[in-house]
């Protein structure tokens, strides 16, 4: 499932690292695991949450995350010893639309006493478009810091990763600035949102797609890349999460899925391991690594669609611990090998 660690990276020139998958395929642990990844090459990274979750200060163990940048993990040392770190930003579309109004507009206080109003409730929930625009404009900015240093008191990343909204709503989730940039036609909204699409579809840009080895998840990733295809955005890796162990030969598989399987000879095994024995045991391991092998069976076909999309792929495994700071690290290893990061 690994490559040598000194493979090529598949994303050299990619800045945004967009994580997109459906719902219960662990694309907020993906993209957690991928910024760690990074960061391990030496890279300041900025991992970025826009759905209100607070996921990553759980899987970071930390304080709810507020709206602004915050230093939450380091990465393990490459090979020369360099090490990134990364930061975490919970972009909330109330703080955004205060910071946007601050920048470009000036209003100050004024713009505090507009949320007392509620008017920036009253815009973000009339126009959910606006939400979006907030929100991919945060992200806009954070990329387009340059690089080396600190920028009007800002730091500025090599690369940042977005936590984005789950397949089904990403090209909306994404295509949004091309369609304000449509209705306002000219001045500095237009310009300031064909400046957002303009590094959407570029090759600085990659969304990558999360699935588990199950048809419906399968299918949403093929319908999520043919979106992508025909909105004009890039498509970048499929990370085929939450995949089983994978010791059993497929010739053993086969044998157990076939009944084939001599109980005699699986008795024999545990006594001489030292096992107490009696037949529902046997009988128990039996049916255990008959479901097993069919649920393997049914993985390798969906394995074999995704395949079929031609894209990188990367796979990480089922950990029966769950998720924390440890396991991102693991992940993150594994993405490296395989030159995701």
């Not at 607070?54 to 709810?64: E, K, N, S």
């Not at 709206?67 to 040392?77: C, D, L, N, S, T």
């Not at 049914?298 to 950990?319: C, F, I, K, M, W």
Request: with cysteine; net charge negative.
């Amino acid at each position: 499932m690994t490559a040598p660690t000194d493979r090529p990276v598949d994303w050299p020139r990619v800045r945004l690292h967009v994580v997109t998958g459906k719902g219960g395929t662990g694309k907020s642990t993906v993209a957690a695991a991928l910024a760690m990844a990074l960061a391990s090459t030496g890279r300041n990274v900025l991992l970025c949450e826009v759905e209100g979750r607070q996921g990553i200060a759980r899987m970071f163990d930390t304080d709810p995350l507020p709206y602004e940048e915050r230093r939450i993990a380091k990465g393990a040392p490459d090979a020369d010893g360099r090490s990134g770190q990364v930061h975490a930003l919970h972009i909330d579309p109330e703080s955004a639309l205060l910071e946007y109004l601050a920048m470009y507009y000036k209003l100050g206080r004024a713009g505090k006493a507009l949320d007392r109003f509620g008017v920036i409730d009253f815009a973000t929930t009339i126009a959910p478009g606006v939400r979006d625009v907030l929100l991919t404009g945060k992200v806009y900015e954070a990329v387009q810091r340059p690089r080396g240093g600190r920028h009007k008191d800002q730091i500025t990343y090599d690369a940042v990763v977005l936590d984005a909204p789950p397949t089904g709503r990403i090209c909306q989730f994404l295509g949004v600035n091309s369609e304000l940039a449509g209705l306002a036609k000219v001045g500095p909204i237009k310009t300031q949102a064909d400046k957002v699409m303009e590094l959407l579809r570029s090759d600085r840009t990659a969304v990558h797609l999360v699935t588990i080895l199950e048809e419906m998840p399968v299918q949403e990733t093929h319908d999520g890349i043919a979106e992508l295809h025909a909105a004009g955005l890039p498509v970048g890796g499929i990370v085929v999460n939450l995949v089983r162990p994978q010791d059993l030969s497929a010739s053993a598989l086969a044998q157990v899925r076939d009944d084939r399987v001599d109980p005699t000879a699986v008795a024999s095994d545990l006594s001489r391991a030292k096992v107490d024995v009696d037949a529902d045991l046997v009988a128990s391991l039996v049916a255990e690594a008959r479901d097993h092998a069919v649920r393997r069976q049914l993985e390798d076909e969906q394995r074999a669609l995704v395949a079929e999309e031609g894209l990188s792929t990367y796979e990480l495994p089922r950990l029966a611990g769950g998720i924390d700071r440890g396991a991102l690290l693991e992940l993150a290893q594994l993405l490296r090998n395989q030159g995701m990061a």
